[in-house]
Protein backbone atom coordinates (compact mmCIF):
# COMPACT_ATOMS: atom_id res chain seq x y z
CA UNK A 1 0.00 0.00 0.00
CA UNK A 2 3.13 2.01 1.02
CA UNK A 3 4.42 1.60 -2.76
CA UNK A 4 1.24 2.48 -4.30
CA UNK A 5 0.57 5.61 -2.30
CA UNK A 6 4.28 6.86 -3.24
CA UNK A 7 3.80 6.28 -6.94
CA UNK A 8 0.05 7.98 -6.67
CA UNK A 9 1.77 11.29 -5.05
CA UNK A 10 4.72 11.26 -7.71
CA UNK A 11 2.46 11.66 -10.16
CA UNK A 12 0.13 14.14 -8.69
CA UNK A 13 3.11 15.44 -8.14
CA UNK A 14 3.80 15.95 -11.93
CA UNK A 15 0.40 17.46 -12.39
CA UNK A 16 0.86 20.49 -10.10
CA UNK A 17 2.58 22.72 -12.98
CA UNK A 18 -0.55 21.89 -15.24
CA UNK A 19 -2.91 24.79 -15.22
CA UNK A 20 -6.70 22.92 -14.81
CA UNK A 21 -9.59 25.61 -14.42
CA UNK A 22 -11.53 22.90 -12.52
CA UNK A 23 -11.95 23.94 -8.82
CA UNK A 24 -13.05 20.28 -7.39
CA UNK A 25 -10.16 18.33 -9.45
CA UNK A 26 -8.51 17.21 -6.41
CA UNK A 27 -11.22 16.19 -4.70
CA UNK A 28 -13.05 14.03 -7.35
CA UNK A 29 -9.49 12.97 -7.88
CA UNK A 30 -9.16 11.87 -4.21
CA UNK A 31 -12.68 10.76 -4.03
CA UNK A 32 -11.76 7.98 -6.87
CA UNK A 33 -9.03 7.40 -4.91
CA UNK A 34 -11.23 6.47 -1.96
CA UNK A 35 -13.67 4.40 -4.28
CA UNK A 36 -11.33 2.52 -5.50
CA UNK A 37 -9.57 1.43 -2.44
CA UNK A 38 -13.51 0.46 -0.78
CA UNK A 39 -14.12 -1.45 -3.50
CA UNK A 40 -12.94 -5.48 -3.41
CA UNK A 41 -9.68 -6.08 -5.64
CA UNK A 42 -10.29 -5.36 -9.70
CA UNK A 43 -10.80 -8.88 -10.95
CA UNK A 44 -10.14 -9.38 -14.71
CA UNK A 45 -12.37 -8.67 -17.22
CA UNK A 46 -13.91 -11.98 -17.36
CA UNK A 47 -14.80 -12.45 -13.73
CA UNK A 48 -16.27 -9.24 -13.79
CA UNK A 49 -18.70 -10.25 -16.50
CA UNK A 50 -19.36 -13.30 -15.01
CA UNK A 51 -20.42 -11.59 -11.50
CA UNK A 52 -22.59 -8.83 -13.73
CA UNK A 53 -24.44 -11.94 -14.96
CA UNK A 54 -24.99 -13.54 -12.13
CA UNK A 55 -25.95 -10.53 -10.23
CA UNK A 56 -29.47 -11.33 -11.58
CA UNK A 57 -31.73 -13.53 -10.22
CA UNK A 58 -32.88 -15.14 -13.30
CA UNK A 59 -29.32 -16.14 -14.27
CA UNK A 60 -28.09 -17.05 -10.93
CA UNK A 61 -30.98 -19.52 -11.11
CA UNK A 62 -29.82 -21.04 -13.94
CA UNK A 63 -26.87 -21.40 -13.23
CA UNK A 64 -27.47 -22.92 -10.18
CA UNK A 65 -29.95 -25.82 -12.07
CA UNK A 66 -26.62 -25.94 -14.49
CA UNK A 67 -24.66 -27.06 -12.13
CA UNK A 68 -26.78 -29.44 -10.23
CA UNK A 69 -27.75 -31.41 -13.16
CA UNK A 70 -24.37 -31.38 -14.24
CA UNK A 71 -23.53 -33.11 -10.92
CA UNK A 72 -26.30 -35.30 -11.22
CA UNK A 73 -25.42 -36.60 -14.93
CA UNK A 74 -21.23 -36.90 -13.91
CA UNK A 75 -23.20 -38.98 -10.74
CA UNK A 76 -25.36 -40.97 -12.89
CA UNK A 77 -22.29 -41.94 -15.62
CA UNK A 78 -20.14 -42.91 -12.80
CA UNK A 79 -22.08 -45.25 -11.67
CA UNK A 80 -22.60 -46.56 -14.90
CA UNK A 81 -18.96 -47.31 -15.05
CA UNK A 82 -19.06 -49.06 -11.71
CA UNK A 83 -21.94 -51.42 -13.13
CA UNK A 84 -19.88 -52.32 -16.27
CA UNK A 85 -17.09 -52.77 -14.13
CA UNK A 86 -18.98 -54.76 -11.71
CA UNK A 87 -20.76 -56.68 -14.54
CA UNK A 88 -17.16 -57.84 -15.77
CA UNK A 89 -16.27 -58.83 -12.34
CA UNK A 90 -19.10 -61.06 -12.11
CA UNK A 91 -18.83 -62.56 -14.93
CA UNK A 92 -15.20 -63.45 -14.50
CA UNK A 93 -15.59 -65.11 -11.15
CA UNK A 94 -19.06 -67.04 -12.81
CA UNK A 95 -16.23 -68.32 -15.39
CA UNK A 96 -13.62 -69.44 -13.07
CA UNK A 97 -16.49 -71.20 -10.59
CA UNK A 98 -17.80 -72.74 -13.58
CA UNK A 99 -14.54 -74.20 -14.94
CA UNK A 100 -10.98 -73.47 -13.44
CA UNK A 101 -9.46 -74.68 -16.31
CA UNK A 102 -11.22 -72.50 -18.73
CA UNK A 103 -7.93 -70.14 -18.62
CA UNK A 104 -6.36 -72.35 -21.40
CA UNK A 105 -8.85 -72.06 -23.75
CA UNK A 106 -9.65 -69.34 -26.43
CA UNK A 107 -12.88 -68.52 -24.04
CA UNK A 108 -11.32 -66.95 -21.52
CA UNK A 109 -10.98 -63.40 -23.35
Known sequence: ??????????????????????PRLNARVWARVANEDSEPAALPNFFNL???ILNRPVY???FVVACVLGGLLL???????QQVVRGEQLAESYKQV?????KDTYLFE
Not at 1 to 22: F, G, N, S, Y
Open 75 to 81: AELRVAQ
Open 60 to 62: AAV
Open 98 to 102: IDPLI
Open 1 to 22: MDRDTEQLDKALELWQDVDIEH
Open 50 to 52: VQS
